[in-house]
């Protein structure tokens, strides 16, 4: 909210003017702050001589304006310029008006000089000067200037006797107080169209508050009159300001070297002419690095303009004296001063600047954020990278696991396959001879020596019953599912290690702090799933090995079996060897035919006793492999969705970083083509202002 305090104060300020000053000579009419066009609405300041296009492009710029700040909030980490403190002051200018502007209307249109520099760099007294009265604004040696003071011209006639000053104070929202002047014309013909504000002075001992205050009056600043002095010229916080504070604004900015009359009274009868000159040369070349550009430096002594503006309306003297007076002027030079501001506040030339000033505002806000945007761009780039990297990493890590889950399939396979061929290593060790006296009931101890032989290493490692054979699956898949998680658990710690890099993740500190990033980056927890996987092994195999024979049991079976298989060889053979030899040796008459039947019996008893023990050794292996075959389906399930479970749970450690990535992106694109768009205006509107200025 905006309040005033108006102090209206009837003092008689004349100010003092020699008529060859050239300020005076081109402010020689007066004019007010408001007047009404034709069609009653206010025109205010330069306004009253703007076309209709180029009052249409002013709003325009300022809208430019206005939408490039928006964009640079969006942004973020660029500089924003503030709103028009003269937009402030015209609202309050209007309060008690019966006829309102709108707030878009309200756009200052005064030529705005600032005067800004260091404390005790003679800002007070150049202006004091220029109005040619010493007592128009305070001036010392200590900071004097801790209120932004604003001079405008009072409204009303010109040619009025009313020399009252008006003293406005305006709240704005600045650290510092803010006076307004409202001055007669009359007095101070060189506030016509023109509105000069002196500021705090910087580095002073509120230096903080101060420069805070002065760079909110930037923004208004159609030309800059920055100060320094000679006894310091161009100091290193003077650098500072102009270079980071006052350049980015783009404005017309001219260096005033105040204070030379000190160079003067030491340098003797040359008045110092040599040490001024490599001055302004020191002071141009180090301010052309800083700007960019090379611009305007002009010496002069405020305190001496000063007094010659004093001494001139009612002097009288000797023509000694008046030559002494003289030559106090010319060693001011303030005539230079002078002559360039009244080249430089043409109308013409008052009206392009004010056009161009709030689009030069857009421009460098634009580009600074087309600076921001191109360093995100640059930082995204990056961050795509890391994720691109992530899951390349992720997934040749998802190969490691597969390849340890497969080392586990052998693992558990080569389990099953000792046990299922342990009948086929017996039978390797058991001759036809041994096969045959099992089948007679003789062979049993043999059989025995043979099988814990054969199955000596699968005994060794599990045991003679199902349960050790059980608890050595359930071991084996134990450590498969250690080894998972395990690798689960470096795997996130290694990704959380890796993002700690990034920039976007350090601002967040990894607690989810940053607010572009909504969530939480930290390692992602295991051992609920180590736990679960446990707890669902020992089912999963004791469901497949429970109904498995023991080794007794096996070897009980395949005994019979054998036993049967030799019975039925044994029987063949027996039955075709003897009605063979019946028949050679003359006691049994048989026909060719059934001799042949004889002989083919014994055949196929000599044949079926090693088919048939091949047969009962695949039988007893494809059985086992057939639990097996269940075991391992029932395994890969369960790490299948452990698998999933993991790279869920690693998905979801990193996601807040995806997600950001993956925002800041559409993000980009966004404030991208707007900032596009903004520039593209700024040129439309600059080759308008440029045409409507010819």
Known sequence: MLSRSIVISHRRHRARWSTSSPCCRYFSTGSTINSLSDDGSFKQGLSRLFTDEQRKLLKQAHKLSSISRSLAKQVGNVKIREESLLVDIAKCLQEGREEKLETSDVIPSLFTVVFAGEFNSGKSTLINALCGNKDLLESGVLPTTDKITVLMASEGDSNSDNESTTTIQVDTGVVAQTELRLLPTSSYPILKDLCIIDTPGTNAILSLQHTSSTLRLLHDADLIVFVTSADRPFSESERQLLQTSIKPYRKRVVLVINKIDILERRQGDDHGQETKQKMVDYVQ???????????????????????????????????????????????????????????????????????????????????????????RREDLDVDVATLKLLRSDSEAWEKDMTSVLERHRLNINKEWTTRAQVVQRVLDELTLVDQLRIGIGMGRNTFDRAWE??????????????????????SITSECSEALVSGAKKQGEDQIEYLGKRVSVISTGLKGNNSKMIGKID??????????????????????????????????????????????SSLLMS??????????????????????????LTVTGATSLPLGS???????EKEWMSNASKLENGLNALFSDAMQRINGHLSDAINPYTRYVKSEETSLISLHRKMESGIADATRLRGHINKACE
């Not at 001494?311 to 005539?335: I, K, M, Y």
């Not at 032989?453 to 359930?474: E, H, P, V, Y």
């Not at 091949?614 to 007893?620: H, K, L, N, Q, V």
Request: with cysteine.
């Open 523 to 568: 390692t992602p927890k295991f051992q609920r799933l180590e736990d679960e996987l446990q707890a669902t092994i020992v089912p999963v195999i004791e469901k497949t090995t429970k109904h498995l024979p023991s080794d007794l049991e096996c070897a009980d079976n395949v005994y019979t079996s054998l036993c049967r298989a030799s019975m039925l």
């Open 285 to 375: 070349e180090h301010a052309s690095d800083l700007l960019g550009a090379s611009p305007i430096v002009i010496p002069v002594s405020g305190r001496d303009a000063l007094s010659w503006k004093q001494l001139q309306p009612g002097f009288v003297g000797s023509e000694n004296e008046s030559s002494n007076n003289s030559n106090l002027w010319t060693r001011s030079n303030f005539g230079q001063l002078e002559t360039f501001l009244s080249a430089t506040l043409t109308a013409s030339s008052k009206i392009k600047t004010k056009l161009s000033n709030p689009l030069g505002v857009a421009e460098g806000i634009l580009l600074d954020c087309k600076h921001e945007i191109e360093r």
């Open 453 to 474: 032989n054969a199955n000596m290493t699968s005994i060794l490692s599990t045991g003679k019953d199902s349960s050790s054979f059980s608890n050595k699956l359930i």
């Open 614 to 620: 091949r047969y009962i050794a695949r039988s007893f």
């Open 575 to 600: 039955s075709g060897m003897c009605s063979t030899a019946l028949t050679l040796g003359g006691f049994l008459d048989m026909p060719q035919g059934m001799l042949l039947c004889s002989a083919t």
